[in-house]
């Protein structure tokens, strides 16, 4: 049975790579809590054509998000944090600034809402604020430190007041929602 699950396994994978749905996996199945296949498959860096491993590293972006929500809200259920508390709580010097030259609180709510007011660099203009300080978003390779991000991203004006608007990506979209006169609203532009 391990051979045709092998198989089979591997066969998706070898279709999922020659159809150009995927470039690398690394899978890995147990039964009853015990490893009946691990195996990787096409490319880790396809520029550089470095094999995918069974230990290659992954970029999770947004997929990491419900897992910190998750750890958020457990850490709220124990009340060692309130959806209230205030970021710079913990990072005191973590106060930006809106364009007007106010510094409201940030939320926890706030991040975990995204309703912060902050943005990702690949969101700003060509040559824009988050561009000129040097501020990453994930999406390349970084020698920068978390805190060393964090502090160039309190340099650059929040995009809007936390708790009033958040941004959503659909598509091609960039999807801006907010509240104005007691309704929220959503307004779409091009990305």
Not at 12 to 28: F, P
Not at 75 to 84: A, G, P, R
Not at 126 to 152: K, V
């Amino acid at each position: 049975m391990q051979q045709t699950l092998t198989q089979r396994i591997e066969a998706v994978n070898q279709q999922a790579i020659a159809e150009g749905r995927i470039v690398g996996s690394v899978v890995l199945v147990a039964q009853r809590g015990e490893l009946i296949y691990a195996g990787a498959s096409g490319y880790a860096d396809r520029e550089q054509r470095r094999p995918m491993q069974r230990n290659s590293q992954f970029r999770l972006s947004s997929v990491s998000k419900p897992y910190i929500t998750l750890a958020a809200m457990r850490m709220i259920e124990q009340q060692l944090l309130s959806l209230d508390d205030v970021v710079s709580r913990w990072l005191p010097w973590f106060t930006p600034e809106l364009p007007d030259g106010r510094r409201p609180a940030i939320a926890i709510r706030h991040l975990l809402t995204h309703t912060a007011g902050l943005d990702y660099r690949f969101n700003q203009p060509e040559g824009g604020i988050y561009q000129r300080l040097g501020i990453q978003d994930g999406m390349e390779q970084t020698s920068l430190t978390l805190e060393q991000n964090l502090r160039r991203l309190v340099q650059a004006p929040l995009q809007a007041e936390p708790g009033s608007v958040f941004w959503l990506l659909a598509g091609d979209r960039r999807i801006r929602c907010g509240a104005g006169a007691g309704r929220w609203y959503a307004v779409t532009a091009a990305v």
